[in-house]
């Protein structure tokens, strides 16, 4: 129990800290606060105060239990137990993710006049780079990391593909990191589009690999 705690204390005082901030503006906030941003910057839509104050630190706490239950489910959990910093990692990166972008929506809802097109890309690419950093200490699992038939059926596909795959992230949330803080969305957007080509690229090299791979065995195999 001592080290279960000792591993996640950095996501529950995220979490923590989501709901604490969210009682402490609630009496502050107007009864409709903007909860949806048009690409430019300009609020596309207003919610109720329950809406723009819990539904985030629900959705987050909602996150974490599915990250924290899925190795229980994932046919190659035992591979977990090779990777637990790295996983524990990208669960707190994605919970400061969700976390920051929550005290920001709070503070334009209780009237900063914050840029989202400058914060959000800096913030997500910031959390898809450290994703990048960690890509290649993942092992063989269903779930976490760049899952193909050939990837799980070629340990040298999965080590290639997702070492090729850090680098892929780091390059294009680098650019979207770029992109927000010059306060240009379109290069966030290109770069998103940019990962989502290379991700497609990555399918097609991890079949290669498992093709010039000996050892692997066919994806239908037992």
Known sequence: ???????????????????????????RLPERVPVHWALDGTIERYGGRVEGVLLLPLLSLIIYILLRTL??????RANYAHFTRP???????????LAAIYAVSLLVGLGYPLDMTRIVPVLVGGLLIVIGSVL????????VGICTPWTLSSARSWG???????WAFIVAELLMV???????????VVALAALGVAMLG???YSYVIWREDRGATPPTAA
Do not use: N
């Open 1 to 27: 129990m001592r080290r279960f705690w000792q591993g996640e204390w950095p996501a529950w005082s995220l979490l923590a800290g989501m709901f604490v901030a969210g009682a402490v503006a609630w009496s």
């Open 71 to 76: 190795p229980r489910f994932d046919p190659g």
């Open 87 to 97: 996983y524990a990692l990208i669960r707190s990166a994605t919970l400061a993710l």
């Open 136 to 143: 290649g200490k993942l092992r063989p699992t269903w779930f």
């Open 160 to 166: 290639k593909t997702h070492r090729l795959g850090g």
């Open 178 to 188: 770029v992109g927000g803080l010059l306060g240009m969305p379109l290069i966030s």
């Open 202 to 204: 990555l399918c097609a």
